[in-house]
């Protein structure tokens, strides 16, 4: 019988397993090394990690959990059933396991548009966040995609890293004062449908319209929409927010009892930094739970 089931291994997974493997807690790690930022050349905002390359930050994090005696293997997770006091999980390996309480901290997969280009691109020059990436295109001609008042919001936020900013709703209209506010603050729309995204080796250099010029560009940011990477907190019952992550409480707990669900998945700011900080939140609360449990009153 494991403490604790952690579903992924990446900064929240990893920060709440050391934190859970220094409480003397019984835990395994199931990862596929699959995370969201892996095509990502650097992680950045996160104190004296700067730049350091998303696999390299992990590795650094599971090489620390062998001392507190975490166990970490290279296996999803199929499938839980609560059974009253604790989780009966099945792996994709076909074993199944045992543990009081499960914290789910898979992230989430962009949902990138099936454009001829766009995905060769992703994680080179196109980026879903500008905290995360607009430094390093600070002053380039800049693309803004999607559609509504996501890519409104996205493109006048870009204002801070580029004065050259344009919107690409590829195809959408943009309601009338979306358009008049854009107007205001020197942002041009391209509302044509777009044919392809042409680059070098990944490096954007133009958008291709279905008619019109071509709009040269160096980099694009876009906001098109993202889901869990993984479905099971959602079989479990977790109810989602209206952004589609697993709405969760101020110590990652969820709506369902012993399930915790932390980073990106989860209702806060999707920063590796904050999946971290959210990974120890939830490893504290458990622990708490753990105790409360063992401890006669």
């Not at 998303?54 to 975490?70: I, K, M, S």
């Not at 990138?112 to 295109?137: K, M, N, V």
Request: glycine residues 12%; hydrophobic residues 40%.
């Amino acid at each position: 019988m494991l403490d604790v089931l952690v579903v992924g291994g990446g900064p929240a997974g990893l920060s709440a397993a050391l934190m859970l493997g220094r409480c003397r807690r019984q835990v395994l790690v199931c990862d596929l090394a699959e995370p969201r930022n892996r095509r990502s050349h650097g992680l950045h905002g996160y104190l004296t990690r700067d730049g350091i390359a998303p696999q390299a930050f992990n590795d650094l994090g599971r090489r620390e959990l062998p001392a507190y005696g975490v166990e970490v293997r290279c296996v999803g997770v199929t499938g839980a059933q609560l059974l009253d006091d604790h989780y009966r999980v099945a792996l994709g390996d076909g074993s199944l396991g045992d543990a009081r309480y499960l914290l789910i901290a898979t992230g989430v997969i962009d949902d990138l548009p099936a454009i001829p280009g766009f995905g060769e691109c992703y994680g080179t020059s196109i980026f879903h966040c500008p905290y995360c990436d607009g430094w390093e295109q600070r002053d380039r001609p800049l693309a803004a995609f999607g559609h509504g008042t996501h890519v409104t919001g996205l493109a006048l936020g870009l204002k801070t890293w580029s004065a050259d900013v344009v919107v690409c709703t590829h195809g959408s209209r943009l309601a009338r004062h979306f358009r008049e506010r854009l107007s205001r603050n020197g942002i041009a729309i391209r509302t044509e449908p777009i044919a392809r995204l042409e680059h070098a080796d990944g490096v954007l250099t133009s958008v291709l319209f279905t008619s019109g010029d071509p709009l040269p560009r160096d980099a694009m940011f876009f906001s098109t929409g993202q889901r869990p990477q993984s479905d099971l907190a959602t079989k479990l019952g977790c109810t989602l927010t209206r952004r589609g992550t697993v709405n969760t409480g101020t110590l990652c707990d969820t709506n369902v009892p012993r399930l915790f669900v932390a980073g990106d998945a989860s209702r806060d700011a999707q920063f590796v930094v904050v999946a971290a900080a959210e990974g120890v939140k939830a490893a504290v609360a458990i622990n708490k739970a753990l105790q409360a449990e063992a401890i006669a009153r």
